[in-house]
Every structure is written in structure tokens, then in C-alpha cells.
């Protein structure tokens, strides 16, 4: 597909557990962000890669997560020994090369529910 | 400390009239606005956006107005439409200093009333 793509779509997980979501970006997007929304909150960013630069954490809430890219290819964020506070949708964005007025493409998210 | 603020959780408007939305940020450095409208169970997708060397920017029933001074944005919506009820996200970047983080609000809920 065209698209930027994730999954899973839902992931209900016990809290404790260690759970990874992940991100399928659209080809040739040289960016990938992670954000996260709960309930009743506006879109939260986590972690920022552009392209083989360091990545800026500077968003993610604790040292439980953790987000991985190689390249320009996928992503995969993990929440380590969740708690409920983590259940929100995980939502993954793309954007072209940079100095593009491009904006960001969203995948439609992960929605986790920590029991 | 945030950013980029949407004061108003919710707005409902009837069918047919102008919906405004608006935006308030903080950081004088944002040169480059934009709204996304999310629909439940999707991902945000991209409206509009509108360059601070602008005041306006107009795309068919939806513009964008930025007033650099008050550093408050708004987006008008004529005539609403139904489909037009959804979430609607303000964000906010310093593109021109090569910062690509974009900064969201918290959105506003509008409903479009029959």
C-alpha cells in the first residue's frame, strides 16, 4: 500500500508484560515519528529518526521505552513492563526528506490497552 | 510547558454556518503552522498549513489565518459540512532552523449540527 502502515491494530496486554509495536513507513519518507494520544489528551511525540542521524528521545515518558530504526525501513517501539498508564494509540508518522513542505503522513495507530 | 494550545475541548456548529478554530502557541520561533483533522479509529491527515511570511492561506471551504503578533492561528471552515465533524489538531514546527519535531495541540472536537 501506499500508506504508512501498523501494527498491530490492538494489542491488549497485561501490565508487567513487554509489548512491541511497529511501523511500516511509506517508501522513500526519510522521517518516522512516534506519538502517542490518551484518553481525552492531544498527540504526544515520543522519538523522532531522521535518517541515519541520532534520533531525538527527547519525548519518551520513561526509560520502559524504547524505539529502534534502521535506515529508512521500519520501526518498532517497545514499552517494557507496561503499566496502565501506558494504554493510549500509538501513532506513527512519516514526512519526505527534509527542507520538503511535505507534512507528516500518520498510519491509522496501535491501539494498547494495559490490563 | 505547552506550546501549542487549543483552548476549546469542543465546538458544535450547524450545518451550513462557518466553523472557527483556534490556536494559540508560545514559541516566537515557529515559522511553519499546520491543521489535521482525525476521524475516530484513523490517523490524523494533513488540511492545511500556512508559512509565518504569510497571514493566509485559503484551500477551498477551509483557510487558515496566522496573526504573528497575538501568535494565534485560526481555521475557518464555510460552509460546514457533515463530514466535517472530527477532531481537528493545530500543530506548530521551526522548519526554517531545520527542526523538524512538529509540536501538536490537543485538539478541539467539533460537531456539525443538522
Known amino acids: 500500500g501506499a500508506g504508512v502502515s501498523q501494527s498491530p491494530s490492538n494489542k491488549v496486554t497485561e501490565k508487567g508484560k513487554d509489548v512491541e509495536l511497529r511501523c511500516d513507513p511509506i517508501?522513500?519518507?526519510?522521517?518516522l515519528y512516534w506519538y502517542r494520544q490518551r484518553l481525552g489528551q492531544g498527540l504526544e511525540f515520543l522519538i523522532y529518526f531522521q535518517g541515519n542521524s541520532a534520533p531525538d528521545k527527547s519525548g519518551l515518558p520513561s526509560d520502559r521505552f524504547s524505539a529502534e530504526r534502521t535506515g529508512e525501513s521500519v520501526s518498532t517501539l517497545t514499552i517494557q513492563r507496561t503499566q496502565q498508564e501506558d494504554s493510549a494509540v500509538y501513532l506513527c508518522?512519516?514526512?519526505?526528506?527534509?527542507?520538503?513542505?511535505?507534512?507528516?503522513?500518520f498510519g491509522p495507530g496501535t491501539r494498547l490497552t494495559v490490563l | 510547558d505547552q506550546q501549542v494550545k487549543q483552548n476549546s475541548p469542543s465546538l458544535s456548529v450547524q450545518e451550513g454556518r462557518i466553523s472557527i478554530l483556534n490556536c494559540d502557541y508560545t514559541n516566537s520561533m515557529f515559522d511553519y503552522f499546520l491543521w489535521y483533522k482525525k476521524y475516530p479509529a484513523e490517523g490524523p491527515t494533513f488540511l492545511i498549513s500556512?508559512?509565518?511570511?504569510?497571514d493566509k492561506n485559503e484551500d477551498g471551504r477551509f483557510t487558515v489565518f496566522l496573526n504573528k503578533s497575538a501568535k494565534h492561528l485560526s481555521l475557518h471552515i464555510v460552509p460546514s459540512q457533515p463530514g466535517d465533524s472530527a477532531v481537528y489538531f493545530c500543530a506548530a514546527s521551526r522548519f526554517m532552523n531545520r527542526d523538524d519535531k512538529i509540536i501538536f495541540g490537543k485538539g478541539t472536537r467539533l460537531h456539525i449540527l443538522p
Open positions: 500556512i508559512s509565518s511570511i504569510k
Open positions: 517508501s522513500g519518507h526519510t522521517a
Open positions: 508518522a512519516t514526512r519526505p526528506p527534509i527542507f520538503s513542505t511535505d507534512t507528516q503522513y
